[in-house]
Structures are given as C-alpha cells and as structure tokens.
C-alpha cells in the first residue's frame, strides 16, 4: 500500500471524522476568523459621511454615476480632487471618505455624483489623469460594507473563506489539525502497541508548540525507528535509478551530503529545512497529523511544506496509513529542492488562497495525481515524480508497468478523478514535464472562483492581493525592475561577444 497524503478528498474526510480536540481548537478559531479580512480582523465602519442627497431620492439609484478614488493623505488634496468634479461641471449627491486599507497614508474618497451617463464617463476620464479610480458604479452600501472586509469583497459576492496573509499566519493552519498522528484506527499496526502510541504523542507535542521562526526541535530517534527507516532507505533505493525523474536522482546525492540521508540515520528537519532554502526557497515544518486540503495548500502558497516526523510501525515497515517520515523526507524533500518543481507546487497553493470549497477540492485532486502520483516522461521513458509513489516500493514498480493506466495530465479531467487510498491508483497522469504542468495549471487557475488575483512577495514573505490599479501597478512596477537589470544583463553580453 501506499502512504497516504497530508490532505485527502472530501469523501476520505467524510468518512474519518474530526477529532474532538481539533474541532475544539477549530471553533475557538472561527471566532476570531470567520472571514477573510485581509489580514485583519473585522472592524466598524471608520469614515465621515457629508451627506448632500436631496431628502426622498431612491436610494435604488445611488451608486450608478458614483466613483471611488483614492488619494494622498495631505492637506489639500480632497479640495484639489473635487475641484475635478467642478471643471466637469458635476455635482454630488453624497461623498464620504475613509483610511486607506490597501495603501498606507492613503485616504479613498466615494462620490456619488449627480449627472447624466455621457457626462459621467467624461468625469472618469479626465479623474484617470489625476487620481487613482478603485471602482465605479459602486453604490454606497457596498462601500460601507467594504470597510468591514478590507480584501475589497463587496457584499453581493461570494464570502471569501479567510486565508494567511503572511507566512506567520501558518501557524494557524498548521495547527488546525482534523485527526492528530496519535489517533490509530484499529486496523493500524501500532493500535496495540502502548509504547508506540506514547511515541507519537510525543511527536504531537512538538508540532503543536512549534512556531513559526523557531528552529525545529531536534529528535532523539531510537534504535528501532532508524532499523525501520533503513529498511525503507535501503529497499527505495534499489529502484530509484530506473524509475525516479532525473530532478530526484540529480538531488538525493546532494541530501546525502548536506542532510545525512543514510540507511543507518534519519534526517533533522531542520538541516532539510535549511539546505531547501538555499535551493528553491521551500522550508519544512513539523505537523501533527492530517490536514484539511485547504490548509495544506495555504502552506505550498508561501513555499512552506508541512512534515511529519513519526516513523511507521516496525513490524510492518514497508507499509504506513498515514504519511511519515520516510514518504516526506524520501518521497517529497528531493524534488522540492528542484526550482521547477518548487515553483509548480507553490502555484498550485497560490491558487487555492480564497478558492471555494469546490475548486480548493479540484486543486487538491490536481495535487493528489501530480505531486503524489505524478509520472513524466524522459528520454522516451516514464519516470516517477509523485512521492506516493517515490516512497511505496509496491505502488512505485506498479505504476511504471505494463499493468497501470496511464493518462495525459489535464487539469479539466484530472480534476474529476477519485482519489485512492488504501488500493493502488486506477490511473496515473503523466506530464511531458514540470514545465508543462505548471502552464496547464496556471491556465486551469483562471477558473477559480474569487474576486481577486494574488502575488506573492518573496521580500516580506506575504500575499499582495491585486484587485485595484493600484496594487496591479505595484507589481508591474516590481516586473520593470526585473526587466530591467534582465536587459542590462544582455546588453553586457552582446558587449562582451561583440554582437
């Protein structure tokens, strides 16, 4: 069997249950996070209304020739923008203005005007000159209603489900832990064991006082967990040559340098952590047990990887229920420490940041056939990349035989797929490469469901949300930048080359 997933199907979650504590610690969470509020929490309206509506206009008409702007928080500058309206020969009806939420030491302005469609869309252009139009035939409920939701999500849409905006708010996703490492079903191999049970409550307890910025505790592994461990190493090993992806076998060598992966030791995740981010910017951190899909991806998002430290039972150490130690640090750390494969992995939890439930549970099947069970193609050859498979001797050679069905990966399709756990898969999905994947990914996240766009910044290790010319031009700003040195770079080398 193959190791099972941090995050499954709906259906698997379904049929698991919750734990008593996580769903605890869940509902003390939600009173502080029932929506997304951009990183902050919600809060009253803040803003001074000057109310020149003529008394009994319907209110049904406010907000088809009104416009929110944005400006610079100084003396004089509303009296500079309204002498727009003037020249333009517009009137208001009602105008309010408010702090800024998306851009400090800024103040938006909402204006609802008096005048006719022609006149209204001249008013726009000549405001494009001077100011920085947010929206427009916004009506005023819906700006007041902003204010309490400062990701900019009017009330007549979706409620965005809350998301990290930085990489510190993992923590809370992390530690939303739906059935921790301790809890064994019946059926595992270690359900009877006292000993083992004690183990990996041991581990439990480690992941849920971890912290983001804090090193990861080091384990004291004993004798029987790296006996197990080394009979994974040494048993995976024998096939990686002739069916793990160049990416793996390029990368095992390096963790075999930098992070002690061998038979007789089990690695820390803190040197795996560090030697990750120096290669793709992909960190580590230690979870106690399952994850819901939602929350896993919202680690990929900012390059961070949930990790198990548990090993499996020794008395069966060639299968697992659940993922441990050997499918993450085996299975997962060598291609993440590839900047392709990186860079897929983290767009796929970029495009679940605010997603419904729906399409976070067709990213997380995207994810579920790729990352994990993932097959590619190379010198006219099928490889491995996914690690359930790179981790599961039996699933691994079956796979890659003439027995598995193997079929194009199509984010449209793959989507549908059901995910298997406790059989092998009923098809794999092979990709030309990383590259592929990651465009077919990115074509397929234009379906997502939300009223806004993402980037991620590397510098503050936080989400921009773009939903306004503003933070759109922050970004094309930052793209300039780039470009820029890129050109100066090729103009050296045509100096250089004497082209």
Known sequence: MQPAMMMFSSKYWSRRGMSLDSAMFDQQNRQHQQRHTGG???RRTSFCPINEKPDGENAEDSGKTAVVFSLKNEVGCLVKALRLFQERRVNLNHIESRMSKRVPN???????????????????????????????????????????????????????????????????????????????????????????????????EVAMNYKFGQPIPRIDYTPEEVKTWGVVFRELTKLYPTHACREY????????????????????????????????????????GYLSPRDFLAGLAYRVFNCTQYIRHSTDPLYTPEPDTCHELLGHVPLLADPKFAQFSQEIGLASLGATDEDVQKLATCYFFTIEFGLCKQDGQLRAYGAGL????????????????????????????????????????????????????????????????????????????LKDTRSIENVVQDLRSDLTTVCDALGKMNTYLGI
């Not at 490469?433 to 590397?458: L, Q, W």
């Open 40 to 42: 902050q929490m919600s």
């Open 106 to 204: 800024e103040v938006e302005i909402f204006a609802d005007c008096k005048c006719s469609k022609k006149d209204f869309n001249e008013l726009l252009q000549h405001l494009k000159d001077h100011v920085n139009i947010i929206s427009f035939n916004t009506p005023a409920h819906v700006w007041s209603a902003e204010a309490a939701c400062p990701c900019g999500v009017s009330s007549d849409e979706e409620d965005v489900p809350w998301f990290p905006m930085k990489i510190s708010e993992l923590d809370q996703c992390s530690h939303r832990v739906l059935m921790y490492g301790s809890e064994l079903d019946a059926d595992h191999p270690g359900f009877k064991d006292n000993i083992y049970r004690q183990r990996r409550k041991y581990f439990v």
């Open 390 to 465: 790179l981790s599961s001797i039996g699933e691994l050679r079956h796979a890659l035989s003439d027995k598995a069905c193997v079929k194009m990966f199509d984010p449209k399709t793959t989507c549908n797929q059901e995910c298997l756990i406790t059989t092998f898969q009923e098809v794999y999905f092979v990709s030309e490469s990383f590259e592929e994947a990651k465009e077919k990914m990115r074509e397929f996240a234009k379906s997502i469901k939300r009223p806004f766009s993402v980037y991620y910044n590397p510098y503050t290790q936080s989400v921009d949300l």
């Open 249 to 288: 076998l390029k990368n095992l060598p390096l963790l075999t340098k930098h992070c002690g992966y061998r038979e007789d030791n089990i690695p820390q995740l803190e040197d795996v952590s560090h030697f990750l981010r120096e290669r793709s910017g992909f960190t580590v951190r230690p979870v106690a």
